[in-house]
């Protein structure tokens, strides 16, 4: 049951990151974009989670300071020393279209990620700088479904102007992620045993980010409740709000991604966190992450969430492309307008 062919643009994930590297080393960038004071992300859904992932990712090594917005109106202190990316897969996205009305007000250096739509067309009748995406490694037409396009070109973006420090072994990451699918049935599985189960997804660090986008396919693909936490934050207050109610050990079950490139105090939360949870007789599956360097895992989580979120789709019995509550919301919104 795949309407839409999702699976299929799933596995070719690696190939949409391969393609925004190449296309990206070529894309013409405006000589004052080093010199921004701060940069502004202005997306919604899929096309917001580039940002989260670079701010989380590279919040230690990041230049200038790094903002998500997914709101119609940007925050206050954006001027002619921002770079606000507008991101919008289809173009169409009424608030990121605001946004854009706001940044060129405003004087902000601009830089625009979509393949095509309204966007697309103010972009080049103003001549600002656009990324003009082929979607054409995402056969699903889904924009949640062209993530490698949306995190790879901010990436890109920002290290062409040294905004972020180097990446090293860039060009490797869509190789290891081929790979990666080979696992196949550690997906299928995880995917069984989150069946009927309320999820709660733990990270730290750089990979929160990332596990936004997994919660986020997890809600759309599979049509399913989650929740996510980091550590060290959870460990102020979720422990004492597992005690009720009682059900808790029947509905929920956490999901604990580890990685050697935590803080090392960060490392030994993970372990007692653990065993808080079984003592509280909730059930547990730890994830261990070894790419080489962050970034690698990122992405790897990322692809991790969009193949387990297609088997628990399977898993409930749905269809994962059509997304009807969404659309049902768009249909009564414009009644409105």
């Not at 290891?176 to 733990?202: G, H």
Request: net charge negative.
């Amino acid at each position: 049951m795949d309407s839409c062919h999702l699976l299929e643009s799933l596995r070719l994930f690696p190939k949409q990151c391969d393609q925004v590297i190449w296309e990206m080393a070529q894309q013409p960038i405006p000589s004052d974009f080093p010199l921004v004071s701060n940069i502004v992300v202005s997306g919604m859904g899929g096309s917001a989670l580039g940002g989260r992932v670079v701010a989380n990712l590279e919040r230690q090594v990041l230049k200038v300071p790094i903002i998500t917005s997914t709101e119609y109106h940007l925050p206050n202190f954006v001027n002619d020393k921002s770079l606000v990316v507008i991101s919008s897969y289809s173009g169409n996205t009424e608030e990121t279209i605001h946004s854009l009305a706001e940044a060129r007000a405003r004087d902000a250096k601009i830089f625009v990620i979509t393949t095509g739509g309204t966007l697309a067309e103010i972009a080049s009748k103003n001549q600002l700088p656009c990324y003009l995406i082929d979607p054409k490694y995402n056969l699903s037409g889904q924009p949640r479904m062209g993530l490698g396009y949306a995190v790879f070109a901010l990436i890109s973006l920002l290290a062409r102007c040294q905004l972020i420090n180097p990446i090293s072994h860039l060009g490797d990451i869509p190789e290891y992620l081929t790979q990666k699918q080979s696992q196949t049935a550690q997906f299928q599985q995880l995917a069984r045993i989150l069946k009927d189960k309320i999820p709660v997804l733990v990270s730290s660090e750089h990979l929160k980010g990332a596990i936004h986008c997994f919660k986020n396919q997890l809600n759309e693909n599979a049509k399913n409740f989650v929740a996510a936490f980091d550590i060290p934050e959870l460990n102020h207050h979720l422990m004492e709000g597992l005690t009720f109610p009682e059900s808790n050990s029947q509905n929920l079950h956490f999901v604990f991604f580890n990685s050697d490139n935590y803080h090392p105090e960060v490392k030994k939360r993970y372990s007692i966190t653990m065993d808080v949870v079984s003592r509280q007789k909730i059930s547990h599956t730890s994830i261990d992450l070894s790419g080489p360097n962050r970034i690698f895992e990122v992405m790897e989580t990322i692809q991790m969430g969009g193949f387990v979120s297609y088997y628990l789709s399977q898993e409930n019995g749905v269809d994962p492309g059509p997304i009807p509550w969404v659309d049902y919301f768009k249909d009564e919104i414009r009644k409105m307008v």
